[in-house]
């Protein structure tokens, strides 16, 4: 458990452990989302990025694509056309 203190401009520094858990680094910015009457605070880059993976969940699969060889196969073929174009 970590506490600290919040400043007349509502600022607090977030301690270092928990900076460290959430991947924070100098100039990153958080997010604070309320669920369930709780206030949960992430780092926005790794919010955005698990919302990424959820957007792409079972497109590999829709595609066909089984391991790595299948999609630097596909990878291959789309530079391909982009050339040709």
Request: proline letters at 1%; aromatic letters at 4%.
């Amino acid at each position: 458990m970590e506490l600290a203190k919040v400043t007349s401009k509502g600022q607090i520094t977030i301690p270092i452990e928990i900076r460290k858990k959430l991947g924070i680094k100098n100039g990153d910015k958080i997010l604070f989302v309320e669920e369930s009457g709780r206030i949960y605070m992430m780092n926005s880059s790794m919010d955005a990025l698990m919302e990424a993976q959820k957007a792409f969940a079972g497109e590999a699969e829709r595609l066909g694509l089984k391991d790595d060889d299948d999609v630097m196969a596909m990878i291959k073929e789309l530079r391909e056309e982009s050339v040709v174009k």
